[in-house]
């Protein structure tokens, strides 16, 4: 699927995650699935939470024990591969990477989108992230039904 | 006729990273540049670069071009620029002819680093001459460069990392882009790319080839068809799509017709994109006065081109007789970074490449 | 057509300049090209090729591919890709090699 479409199989997807009850703190799931040279997740995380090693082709490892959901790797990422999710009642609660104009307010309430693109639910913004070091990749905090931990993937206006 | 010791052929990531190394050296270089600005294929690339951070991993293209051009800027006294210059003449003494205008100039360098980089590859299909059949970059060019844009409505032919970044780039421009086809049974670039695109509505189709433009005096269709394993056409798998450009990118081929101009050995290496330059561990040509690096020596990264960039300054510089003061330091640490990047999957290529490259450096 | 807004790019205002196309007075921005300007106007055809008289646009917008030629200020197969716009640049389609006499 993931070498065809772009679009990773749900195992696989659930490979990133850590168990449904770690995730009453935000934790970042890295959607890389291929060895390429790039190392800034690793490199720019400060609790030293994602390990890629001298070999800057292998696959980013989450210690999510380590990780505090700060979501600085998710701007980091060049692949824009990367968000962070927290489960909170029966919301989901999602930081992802976003470069796409309009930028989102808080409060409206946007579509949630899967990895295919399709439209799955509703996305209330909640926060909007963008100081100067983020680069332009703005950091939105949006919530999602929880049932759509291993769907949802982005927004749409 | 001017003198220099060492004369940079293209002013993009590779000559620029040359340049800095062999002025931090002592050597006084001239960059010769055909674009009015400095920069190379860097200066339209909007989005952040892999690598790690030696090679201004998660800097934005642009931002990178600006980083390795203040590094030239800081040696003023060693380093003079030529930009709206072309380079049109190499003779086996070398000198270079220049145009600049509508003037033209010679040069007389004792040693030449060729670093022009790659051109996009054409493709066959009927009407590919229609104006509205552009190469990626080309589109690349015309919105980040100029803040044109391109088209409203566009199909992308080939899913490497340009056809994929492209697709992206096309839609923060608010272009829509239809989609993205791919004659392999695989996404040829980084998956992350993919899914990128992917989930912003763009889908990706392979198995599928472009058949022809249509329109009269633009693009206002495509066909477009699809391959069974055999890469034969499908019957009755015929699309017509109404779109108002075609964006191809399906590869690039190294640059090399002024290495042609001084008789420097050649060879079809698959791996690095087409007919390269013969080149030793040294980045020597068969003139051992003239250098390469970068695409132009076989298609690769950004990142990998800054890295051959110094590299070759570092050795063009000691040849010249001006060894950098942490020369055995830099000298590991570049074939390190170089190993260290094409170490993966994607790498491997490139070094299958160098490897079939080192049995004719040999052999000489 | 130009891009007003940009999630990571912008655009500021230039300097407007006029020059012609095919005896046409029209407009562009300094820094631009000849060929972003036209393209920016919506003109896509640059060029007709040699035989066929078929229209050419550009292809690979950096010089090499020779697709955007056309006549500047009456020299044939400038290289309008590359070549930056100037106030009172008189522009014109090629329709053939681009001989001397036939300007
Ligand atoms: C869409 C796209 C996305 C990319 N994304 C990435 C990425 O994410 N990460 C990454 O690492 N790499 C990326 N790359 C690849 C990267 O841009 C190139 O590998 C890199 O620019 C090659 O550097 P270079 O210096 O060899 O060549 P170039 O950057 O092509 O520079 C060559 C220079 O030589 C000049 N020149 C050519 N001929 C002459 C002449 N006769 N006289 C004078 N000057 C001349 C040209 O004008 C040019 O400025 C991307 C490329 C594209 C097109
Ligand atoms: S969210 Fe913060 S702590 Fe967790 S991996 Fe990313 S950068 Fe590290
Ligand atoms: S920064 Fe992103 S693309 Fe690069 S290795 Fe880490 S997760 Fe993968
Ligand atoms: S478009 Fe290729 S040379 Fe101008």
């Known amino acids: ?157 | 006729m001017i003198f220099k010791d060492l004369v940079i052929i293209g002013g993009g990531p590779a000559g620029l990273s040359a340049a800095k190394i062999a002025a931090e050296a002592g050597v006084s270089c001239l960059i010769i540049e055909r674009d009015p600005f400095l920069g190379g294929q860097l200066i339209k690339q909007t989005h952040m670069f892999f690598g790690s951070e030696k090679q201004y991993a998660k800097t934005r293209g642009l931002d990178i071009a600006k980083i390795l051009i203040d590094d030239c800027l800081k040696h003023q006294d060693l380093i003079e620029i030529m930009t709206s210059t072309t380079v049109v003449g190499l003779y086996k003494d070398k000198v270079i002819t220049t145009l600049h205008d509508d003037t033209y100039n010679k040069i007389k360098a004792k040693s030449i680093i060729v670093s022009t980089g790659a051109s996009e590859r054409f493709f066959a299909f009927e009407n590919n001459d229609l104006p509205g059949v552009y190469g990626a970059g080309a589109v690349q060019t015309l919105m980040n460069v100029y803040g044109v844009k391109p088209a409203d409505k566009v199909i992308m032919v080939g899913s490497g990392n340009i056809g994929l970044i492209v697709s992206y780039q096309l839609h923060q421009a608010g272009v829509k882009v239809l989609k993205v086809i791919e004659a392999a049974s695989n996404i040829g670039g980084y998956k992350v790319h993919a899914s990128k695109i992917r989930r912003i509505g763009i889908p990706i189709e392979t198995r599928k080839t472009i058949k022809r433009a249509i329109g009269k005096d633009k693009v206002e269709q495509v066909e477009i068809v699809s391959l069974d394993d055999d890469w034969n056409i499908v019957d009755n798998s015929s699309e017509i799509i109404d779109v108002d450009a075609v964006c191809i990118s399906v590869g690039l081929i190294p640059q090399r017709n002024l290495l042609s101009m001084i008789d420097i050995k050649t060879k079809f290496i698959k791996e690095l994109g087409g007919i390269v330059p013969i080149i030793n561990e040294d980045h020597q040509t068969s003139d051992k006065d003239v250098y390469v690096c970068g695409d132009v020596s076989g298609v690769e990264e950004a990142s990998s081109a800054i890295v051959e960039g110094y590299y070759t300054g570092l050795i063009a510089a000691r040849n010249l007789g001006k060894e950098h003061q942490d020369f055995k330091t830099l000298n590991i640490d570049y074939k390190n970074q170089l190993l260290n990047l094409r170490s993966g999957p994607f790498g491997k290529k490139t070094l299958k490449g160098l490897e079939i490259m080192k049995e004719d450096a040999n052999v000489k | 057509m130009r891009i007003k807004e940009h999630p990571i790019l912008t655009f500021p205002e230039k300097k407007k300049i006029w020059f012609t196309f095919n005896g046409q007075k029209v407009f562009g921005f300094s820094g631009d090209t000849i060929a972003a300007a036209l393209h920016a106007l919506g003109v896509m055809t640059l060029s007709h090729s040699l035989e066929m008289k078929r229209p050419r646009g550009f292809y690979c917008a950096i010089g090499n591919c020779a697709s955007c030629n056309m006549i500047v200020d009456g020299i044939p197969n400038v290289r309008t890709c590359v070549v930056s716009l100037k106030e009172g640049m008189v522009v014109k389609t090629q329709t053939n090699k681009g001989d001397l006499n036939d300007i």
């Open chain 1, 1 to 157: 699927m993931l070498n065809k479409t772009g679009v990773p199989s749900l195992s696989l997807i659930k490979t990133k995650f850590p168990e449904q009850n770690k995730l009453f703190k935000a934790k970042a799931i890295t959607e890389c699935y291929e060895e390429i040279p790039c190392n800034p997740c690793s490199t720019s995380c400060p609790f030293e939470a994602i390990t890629i090693g001298e070999d800057i082709n292998k696959l980013p490892v989450v210690d999510f024990d380590k990780c505090t959901g700060c979501g600085i790797c998710v701007y980091s990422c060049p692949g824009l591969a990367i968000f962070t999710v927290a489960l909170k009642k029966e919301k989901a609660i999602f930081k992802i990477p976003y470069e796409l104009l309009p930028y989102p307010k808080v409060d409206e309430t946007w579509k949630a989108v899967n990895r295919d693109g399709l439209v799955i639910g509703e996305a209330i913004i909640k926060k909007v992230i963008l100081k100067p070091k983020q680069d332009r990749t703005l950091l939105v905090e949006v919530e999602v039904d929880k049932n759509l931990l291993y769907d949802f993937i982005t927004i749409k206006e």
